[in-house]
């Protein structure tokens, strides 16, 4: 995917003006999100858990509170994972992760406009299912990280990717026990068609 799509991103960003963002602007944007969990996502009943990669519909909203500096959501459709625990067995889990930020655009007058954020997110976890019983992970709150650049394909509308890190840890009950943590962390890569108003 990334072949594909960083080369169409930098042949725009050669061919057309940096997007400015101006105080009391509005942007939208629709795209797709992919969430994937680091690497060695804790233990639960003692064994090693890993939990699986996923692609939902995303959807941002952004105010701009002053030039280049505006207050973003982020909202999505119900991304879907499966938590594999080693040798003891599985659970599915639904979650939405709303997250506001701040971030900061940086218009260079060039061909990109790159941005960077920080802010929170809450994790809402929902619909876990497994037949080792009944399986429930806590909601999560932590911070969320975000960088990426938006390249201008007319005078209102922008092809936007992005990567963000999301601090994502939640306890694990099993039948109503603690059976451990679990600790996502993702990486959230994002492309997204995104309009100015």
């Known amino acids: 995917m990334k072949t594909i799509v960083l080369p169409f991103l930098l042949a725009l960003g050669a061919a057309t003006p940096a997007l400015a963002q101006s105080a009391g602007d509005w942007t939208l944007g629709f795209g797709l999100g992919y969430v994937e969990p680091k690497d060695n996502n804790g233990l639960l009943a003692g064994a090693p858990t890993t939990i699986n990669s996923n692609t939902r519909p995303t959807i941002t909203a952004e105010y701009f509170i002053r030039d280049n500096l505006g207050v973003e959501l982020l909202a999505a459709t ?16 639904k979650h939405l992760p709303p997250t506001v930020s701040l971030v900061y655009h940086f218009d260079n007058g060039g061909k990109f406009v790159p941005f960077a954020g920080a802010g929170l997110n809450y994790t809402v976890f929902f619909s876990e299912k497994s037949a080792l019983g009944n399986v ?56 997204s068609y995104v309009h100015k108003f």
């Open 78 to 93: 119900p991304f879907k994972h499966t938590v594999t625990i080693q040798g003891v067995g599985t659970a599915t889990t």
């Open 136 to 191: 429930k992970i806590d909601d999560s709150f932590g911070l969320a990280l975000k960088a990426g650049f938006d390249v201008k394909v007319s005078a209102n509308d922008a092809i936007r990717t992005e990567v963000r890190w999301i601090d994502i840890s939640s306890d694990v009950k099993l039948n109503g026990t603690k059976i451990g943590k679990t600790n996502i962390d993702p990486l959230v890569v994002g492309v």
